[in-house]
């Protein structure tokens, strides 16, 4: 029975779902860890996903595609940015509002520049071509695993190692987090707090709209209308269970990869309405981040009962 | 007269027209781009909101559960929380009225309106239960719940068009509800019903509480300052807890009015967006009951003019919302704005440099 739905179709189904949700995580991380939350990034993958498609359409290749998608990115962070720290803007509101943004304007824009509604798809537009990993490729069930996926797959499994090692073994990643834990200490360190908070924003709208590239130029060659589909709030969920590590975002990303993955293979069993079975991807993340929040209570409890006994026995 | 005007606080409405100045600018540079003249088009967009009886009543309709919707977002934002999941919480109360609508049979009007509402309510407010208990016992984050809860409503009330509620095989909508449930309309020819006379009453009811009760003061204090609350014995946790669930039963009631006042049935693609347009139009009326009341009676007018602009040009009916969107922009970014204040504070001194020259002479 469990055989009939788990088979390597779907391992393969799981990480190519996941990579945008990990994307999003790594941007949810950065802007987390310094203190920020980004609610945005939901829209600068759509808006990613959407001028991905225009550059590729325009100048014939998916690389240039890519380039202006991350400016879309780049020029969103910005404003975020700006907005929030400049502006004195509310920094969930501007979040909300971005996703709005996108959601407007690329529908907008749909109609405008293209005469389309609700989806464009063009011969014109260049999407990925899936890369296999020479030696890899020619292991049994480990090469099914791990190669055969375009090439922004990879890429995001390099952002998370190298995420990991800026992070943990540079001072780049020490300042980030300092500036996270306490900005008013990490400025009297002599610690650049406002130009870490722009550098986390931008690399959350870069990692964002690199998510939104791969969605439209990576999985399928189109954009859809509304097409990141809440994947940057599962993001945003799962860097929260990951606990604001690259290992641990990326992780909870595959969860949710999977859960998407199995309702798409279970969307065509006659047994469940597919409703119901599409509810899994959003359900999950819920039970998930209950679980862990009960968990990190409890853990709270005993460390404070723990300290408790210490203290009164006089150690 | 001289001393009211002084003492109004100008600084909204000079950030809100600015809002507006700018978010007109960036919209005719979208017109010029596709070659039209923006002059015109806001004309048309002007006479397609505001011109006509059915121009209006039009707007009127569009405003009707955007009231609802950025009452019920300024409910939780006031009580300390983003109420995101505004847009479940309807299609829960608009579902909920809609099975109370067409399967209590041979009620009064006046019994089965209001019952009916109730179901909604109620609908709403459990619906905003799940994400209010998680975020205050269990500190799971209000923002990722409540996105995760639309999506889930979305499904499952789809679900319940296509199989349990579904009348028949032809399409996925529910039966009608009886004329019973019906709300009545305002005239014959337009879906205005006496929903948009409830929600302008419930506006002013909600201003006057916030403004005038004890109950509006607590409201305040927790939204403002919970440090502060929590000296003065309020409680910030059990006041945002109430106040989230109050906000979800006010998006059960959007839903409702939408339902028995203009669809009569729940169809699977019933209208999304009201929820997230009413967090927009909570933040363009800047924060109060009043000013939400006009954004969202402006917003509705400009949505209907922009279904004029877009029959007759080919610019597309989105421009609605991306005026919107800017405009929120804009106004959230109050510090944007601060070059002006001084402005002010020189053009009085050189006014009362002036009067001191001559009083001199």
Known sequence: MLSKFIDIAIIQGTIRMATPIMLAAMGAMVTGLSGIINIGLEGMMLLGAFFAVVGSYYFGSVWLG???????????????AIFTMKFRAHIILIGITINAFALAITVYFLRDWF???????????????????????????LGDIFSGYTPIVYLSWLIIISMHIILYKTPLGRHLRAVGENAEASETLGIKVKGIKYLAVILSGIFSSLAGAYLSLGQLTMFTENMSANRGFLGLAANIFGMGTPIGGALASLIFGFADSLAMRLQGWETIPSQIVLMIPSALPILILLIFSVRKKKELKNFKEENISKLLSGK | ??????????????????????????????????????????????????????????????????????????IAFRTGTFNIGVEGQLFMGAIAAAWAGFSLEGLPSIIHIPLSLLFAIIAGALYAMIPAILKFKFNVNEIITTIMLNSIAFLFTSYLVNYPLRESPMAPQTPKVFESARLPRLTDSSQVSVGIIIAVIFAVIFWFVFKKTTFGFRTRVVGEASSFAEF??????????????????????????????????????????????????????????????????????????????????????????????????FIAAEGMFDWVWPLKKKFLNKKDQKAGVEKNA
Not at chain 2, 16 to 43: A, D, E, K, T
Not at chain 2, 296 to 311: K, R
Request: proline fraction near 4%; charge should be positive.
């Open chain 1, 66 to 80: 890519v380039a202006v998608a991350l400016l879309s990115g780049l020029i969103m962070a910005l404003l975020f």
């Open chain 1, 115 to 141: 005469n389309v509604a609700g989806a464009f798809s063009d011969n014109a537009i260049v999407g990925f071509n899936t890369v296999k990993i020479p030696i890899i490729k020619s292991i049994p069930i």
């Open chain 2, 1 to 74: 007269m001289k001393e009211f005007i002084n003492n109004i606080n100008w600084r909204p409405f000079i950030i809100i027209f600015l809002s507006l100045l700018l978010s007109l600018l960036i919209g005719s540079i979208f017109m010029i781009s596709s070659g039209y003249n923006p002059l015109n088009v806001y004309l048309m967009m002007f006479q397609g909101a505001f011109i006509g009886k059915i121009n209006i009543m039009n707007s009127l309709k569009n405003a009707t559960p955007l009231i609802f919707t950025s009452m019920a977002v300024l």
């Open chain 2, 232 to 329: 003065s014995g309020i409680s910030p946790v059990r006041t945002a807890f109430y106040g989230m669930l109050i906000s979800g039963a006010v998006a059960g009631l959007a839903g409702g009015v939408e339902l028995l006042g203009v669809h009569y049935r729940f169809v699977e693609l019933f209208p999304t967006g009201l929820g997230f347009n009413g967090i927009l139009i909570a933040w363009l009326g800047k924060g109060t009951p009043l000013g939400a009341l006009f954004a969202a009676l402006f917003y509705s007018g400009i949505q209907s003019g922009a279904m004029t602009v877009d029959w007759i040009t080919s610019i597309p009916r989105q421009l609605s919302d991306t005026l919107l969107v800017l405009m929120v922009f």
